[in-house]
């Protein structure tokens, strides 16, 4: 199952921002990619691992550890649409970039 989020990711490790604009900007890109992986109809009952790739699209490349701390909100709202916990053995998860057009911003989660 693929599902694209139209949500904007940036590494929150070095942002330098006050905690309540970083929580509700973690909130939303939450609250976005649960919504819209439970519309999609996620359904991992009776499955064993669960692979689930997240490929941030976005006109520039994080690093490594940058990317991971970006998609932080999208992982937990994505383990929230399936009923798991994000640190669940069963999930397998797995981080991917690809340069997008100046101004195009997005998530593609791929679940299997």
């Known amino acids: 199952m693929k599902v694209y ?3 904007r990711t940036w590494s929150e490790a070095n942002a330098r921002v ?3 604009k970083r929580a509700r900007r973690a909130r939303k890109q939450r609250d976005a990619a649960r919504m819209l992986v439970r519309m999609a109809g ?6 064993g691992t669960i692979m689930v790739t997240l490929t941030r699209i976005a006109p520039r490349d994080l690093d490594s550890d940058n990317l991971s701390s970006a ?3 999208v992982r937990d709202g994505i383990a929230d649409a399936l009923g798991l916990d994000d640190g669940d053995p069963r999930l397998d998860w797995h981080y991917a970039q690809h340069a997008g057009t100046p101004g195009e911003y997005s998530v593609l989660v791929e679940i299997q």
């Open 42 to 47: 996620a359904d991992v009952e009776g499955l």
């Open 71 to 73: 998609l932080k909100a």
């Open 18 to 20: 006050h905690w309540g």
């Open 5 to 7: 989020l139209p949500i």
